[in-house]
């Protein structure tokens, strides 16, 4: 008797290491839902803008460190750059980039004063999460803005880009900058991330 209680026990201890072993795998392919391979992050970068820009841009990855240099993936025949997401956010969010949009993303994540003397466009067909200031959405923390172009523009348009809405949870154009940045760039969704 005192064996199959014992043993009645054993197994549910078992059931429960095995479940929880397995909620966080699937945690951990939720949270980490970020290219590991080249080929991979190659297919991320290839998601993030139109075919017509996509299938003939060069694809980087990230730098290891700020200022470092990005690893070319694959070489492109036009001018633009496509990125997987960014690691270590806690969205995978890749991008597509012009020469100027991209040099000022460079820039500016390096800590260097970025000097652009025209606009600079970007796609992220994904989209991104932001603070769901607004309550929108699901009303959690974050809110998907859906597939979006983002513009930057000459230091002398930043007066401008002020008084345009900070909130991109609203899910109209809003304006940002990008981590520990102050330039501002123009964030225009053209469809909402849960719209059919």
């Known amino acids: 008797m005192r064996t199959n209680h014992l043993l009645s026990r054993v197994t549910r201890i078992l059931g429960l290491i095995g479940f929880l072993t397995m909620a966080a795998v ?15 992050k190659i297919s991320d970068a290839m998601r993030a803008g139109p075919a017509f820009i996509t ?36 969205h995978d969010e ?27 466009i970007a796609y992220m067909y994904i989209g991104a999460w932001v603070p769901n200031k607004s309550g929108n959405g699901t009303g959690g923390d974050e809110f998907h803005v859906g597939p979006h172009i983002m513009i930057v523009s000459p230091h002398d348009n930043q007066k401008e880009l002020q008084s345009i809405s900070h909130d991109g949870s609203t899910g109209m154009p809003y304006v940002a900058h990008l981590p520990h940045g102050e330039d501002l760039y123009l964030v225009l969704p053209f469809r909402q991330w849960d719209e059919k």
């Open 26 to 40: 699937a945690f951990s392919q939720v949270a980490s839902d970020h290219p590991s391979t080249d080929s991979a």
């Open 94 to 120: 890749p991008g597509c980039f012009d020469p100027v949009f991209m040099q000022w993303m460079k820039d500016s994540l390096a800590g260097h004063e970025p000097h652009i003397t025209t606009v600079g």
């Open 55 to 90: 299938k003939n841009a060069t694809i980087l990855d990230w730098p290891q460190q700020p200022g470092s240099e990005y690893r070319v993936l694959r070489k492109g025949t036009n001018e633009w750059t496509c990125l997987p997401g960014v690691p270590g956010y806690s």
